[in-house]
C-alpha cells in the first residue's frame, strides 16, 4: 500500500527515492517519490514491461469527506463529470484522444479516494498527461451538463439498490455509524441523489475544496523514466494551486450496546445475514487491523471451519465473505452470508456468531497462521503481473499514505503477528456492545424481527 532523500533547486522537490527492495520486501519493484512545491506527489515505477505505461491519478478524497448534512454522494458524483470536458477539451475530444491512443481508461469512487487510471503505449504519455492536467486544474461544466449527469447517477444508485446485497451494506452502515460519514455509502444517501439538480453551485464548492495538488498523487508504472515523468508532471501540474481546505471528518462514537435492523425485499431472493463488529483503521504501525485481516482468512475464508460445514458439508449458505476494507478511520469487520432456506436464518446466524466468539479466547495454531501468512503475501505478489496490475495494485496504499513503503512496512508487521495477538484482538473487537445484525428477506416471516427494526425498500 514506499527511500533516499533527494534535494532539489528547481521546481519539483525530490523527497524520497528507493534504490534496491531487499527480498523479503512484498513491493519488489524500484520506485522514486517526487513532490512539487505545490503538494502534489509523483511515485514512478518502471518495469520491464516494454512500451506500455499505466497512469493513476488518486485523488484523497471520497464519502468520507461529504461532511455537510444533505451533501452526501459528490465525490462519487465528480467521477463522473471529470469526463465531462474541460477548458481545452471536450468530452467527445477526450474520448478521441483515448481511442486513437487504445487506451483502457475508466475510473472508481470509494469511501477514502477516487481514482482515475488509464493504460496506454508510452509514447502518448505527454498527450495523455496534458489532458489529464486540463480537466484537473480547469475543469469546466454549465448547469445542463451538470443536472445530466445528476440523473446519471440516480439511474446508477437505482441499479445498485436493486441488489439485495448493495441494500443491506447500505442499510449495515447506516446502522453502524450514527455520527462518522461511513454511515453513508459512496453513492450518497437517496434524498441527497435526488437533491443533486439543485446543488450546482455546491457541486463547484467540492471541487475546489479536494480537487487540489495536496491532495493528488499521480503514480506511473511501466516503461517510464524518473526525469521524464518529473519533467511532464512539473510541465503540466506545476501551475497548479494548492488550496486551504481540509475537511472535519466527525469521530464515531463509542458504541454500547448492540444494534439489529432488517431489510424486507419487495421482491424473491435468498435471505442474507450480515453480522458486524466495529473495528480498527489501517494502520502499518499498530498490530490489530492486521491481526484481524489474519484472522478473517482463518476464521472464515474457504479453508475456515465455518466454511467448510455451512456451505460445504450442511450446504445450508451459498454465499459466505468477510469484508474488512483498508480504510483511513475505523472500519466494520463483516461477514455476509446468503442462506439457502428461511428457516435457517437464526442457525446461521448463531454458528457467525459462535465464531466470532470462538477466536476470542482461542489460540490459533502457530503452522496455520504461518500458512495464511505465507499465502497471503504468496496471491498478493502473484497480482501484480502487469504494469496497470502493479498502478491498481498501489493505488489503494497511496490514498493511505501516499507512498508504496506502506506495503513494506505492512508486510514486516505480518510477521510479527503472533497467535495471542489475534486472540487479543479478536477479545477487544468482538465485544456485544459494538456488533450490528443486518438481514434481509423478502417477507415479514422470513426472519424473526421482534428484536430488529425494520427498514422498509
Known amino acids: 500500500m514506499r527511500l533516499l532523500i533527494v534535494l532539489s533547486l528547481l521546481i519539483c522537490v525530490p523527497v524520497m527515492a528507493l534504490a534496491q527492495q531487499k527480498s523479503r520486501k512484498l513491493f519488489p519493484y524500484n520506485y522514486t517519490i517526487d513532490d512539487l512545491p505545490n503538494g502534489m506527489r509523483l511515485v514512478t515505477v518502471p518495469t520491464d514491461y516494454p512500451n506500455l505505461v499505466a497512469l493513476y491519478i488518486v485523488v484523497q478524497t471520497g464519502s468520507r469527506n461529504e461532511v455537510e448534512s444533505g451533501k452526501s454522494g459528490f465525490a462519487h458524483f465528480f467521477e463522473h463529470m471529470m469526463f465531462r470536458g474541460s477548458e481545452n477539451y471536450t468530452g467527445d475530444q477526450r474520448e478521441a484522444i483515448f481511442k486513437r491512443a487504445g487506451a483502457e481508461t475508466n475510473a472508481y469512487t470509494s469511501d477514502d479516494r477516487t481514482v482515475y487510471h488509464a493504460t ?10 496534458k489532458m489529464e492536467a486540463d480537466r484537473f486544474l480547469r475543469l469546466k461544466y454549465a448547469l445542463p451538463e451538470f443536472q445530466t449527469e445528476s440523473l446519471a447517477v440516480k439511474g446508477e444508485y437505482d441499479k445498485n439498490s436493486a441488489n439485495p446485497f448493495s441494500k443491506l451494506f447500505e442499510v449495515m452502515r447506516e446502522t453502524a455509524f450514527k455520527t462518522h460519514t461511513y454511515s453513508h455509502t459512496t453513492m450518497g444517501y437517496l434524498k441527497d441523489i435526488q437533491d443533486m439538480p439543485n446543488q450546482f453551485e455546491y457541486s463547484q ?9 495536496e491532495y493528488t498523487t499521480v503514480v506511473l508504472v511501466g516503461d517510464v523514466t524518473r526525469a521524464g515523468a518529473m519533467d511532464l508532471t512539473r510541465k503540466y501540474f506545476g501551475d497548479w494551486k494548492r488550496g486551504d481546505y481540509v475537511a472535519k471528518i466527525p469521530a464515531e462514537p463509542k458504541q454500547t450496546e448492540p444494534r439489529k435492523a432488517h431489510v424486507d425485499w419487495p421482491s424473491p431472493t435468498l435471505p442474507i445475514v450480515a453480522v458486524a463488529f466495529r473495528g480498527p483503521a489501517y494502520s502499518d504501525v499498530e498490530k490489530d487491523k492486521m491481526a484481524l485481516d489474519l ?14 460445514r455451512l456451505v460445504l458439508t450442511e450446504q445450508k449458505v451459498d454465499a459466505l465473505s468477510p469484508t474488512f476494507s483498508n480504510r483511513m478511520d475505523p472500519e466494520l469487520f463483516a461477514l455476509l452470508a446468503r442462506v439457502k432456506d428461511a428457516k435457517d436464518v437464526d442457525y446461521v446466524r448463531d454458528q457467525i456468531l459462535a465464531t466470532f466468539k470462538r477466536y476470542t479466547t482461542e489460540l490459533i495454531p502457530t503452522a496455520k497462521l504461518d500458512a495464511t501468512r505465507s499465502r497471503l503475501r504468496y496471491g498478493f505478489a502473484m497480482a501484480m503481473d502487469s504494469s496497470d496490475a502493479i498502478a491498481s495494485t498501489l493505488a489503494p496504499f497511496v490514498s493511505l499514505r501516499r507512498s508504496p513503503e506502506t506495503i513494506d512496512k505492512l508486510a514486516a508487521l505480518m510477521e510479527t503477528i503472533t497467535a495471542q495477538d ?5 477479545a477487544r473487537y ?13 417477507g415479514t416471516k422470513a426472519v424473526a424481527k421482534s428484536e430488529a427494526t425494520e427498514v422498509k425498500n
Not at 496506454?120 to 498527461?129: A, R, W, Y
Not at 484472522?295 to 467448510?308: H, M
Not at 468482538?430 to 423478502?442: G, K, Y
Open 120 to 129: 496506454f503505449s508510452k509514447e502518448d504519455l505527454d498527450e495523455i498527461l
Open 205 to 213: 464548492e467540492f471541487f475546489k475544496r479536494f480537487y487540489r495538488p
Open 295 to 308: 484472522l478473517a482468512q482463518v476464521a472464515f475464508g474457504e479453508n475456515s471451519d465455518l466454511y467448510q
Open 422 to 426: 489475534v486472540r487479543d484482538a479478536a
Open 430 to 442: 468482538f465485544r456485544d456492545e459494538s456488533r450490528t445484525i443486518v438481514t434481509l428477506a423478502t
